[in-house]
């Protein structure tokens, strides 16, 4: 398992961590496989989406927002349900196909951890499955 470490600068922000795990994929020389990008924290998440255009990060954060959490009451005495509750909708794991040490990605995708609960240090763990 080889393991990125994300500092974020923002309370919510997603950051492109696709040019991380193309150099782990490539240094693996996996020629059929996937690789699993996980994230082992309760108020971030990993998706992907589209890398092109960087206003669609922000559409991401602004859709969520739009939940309207941050104006509700919860029980968590640590005040950051609304990040839990991201984290959860969001997903804190994605798996990528890999062929020939590259991974399919469509044209515009790119991998990105998902930060709700900021600014922190951030672990992703990814694993390749050959």
């Not at 193309?22 to 996996?30: C, T």
């Not at 922000?58 to 005495?77: C, N, R, T």
Request: overall charge negative.
């Amino acid at each position: 398992m080889d393991i990125i470490t994300v500092k974020t600068k923002y309370r919510e922000e997603l950051v492109d961590i696709t040019p991380e795990v193309a150099k782990i994929v490539r240094s693996k020389n996996v020629l059929s496989g996937m690789a699993v990008i996980y994230t082992p924290h309760t108020t971030a998440a990993v998706t992907i989406n589209e890398n092109a255009d960087p206003a669609v990060r922000k559409d991401i954060i602004a859709g969520l927002a739009s939940l309207g959490l941050d104006e509700m009451k919860f029980s968590h005495l640590e005040g950051n349900s609304p990040a839990h509750i991201k984290s959860s909708l969001v997903g804190c794991s994605e798996t990528v196909i890999l062929e020939n040490s590259n991974m399919h990605l469509g044209t515009w995708q790119g991998i990105y951890l998902c930060e709700f609960d900021g600014p922190r240090t951030r672990e992703v763990w990814i694993k390749i499955i050959k």
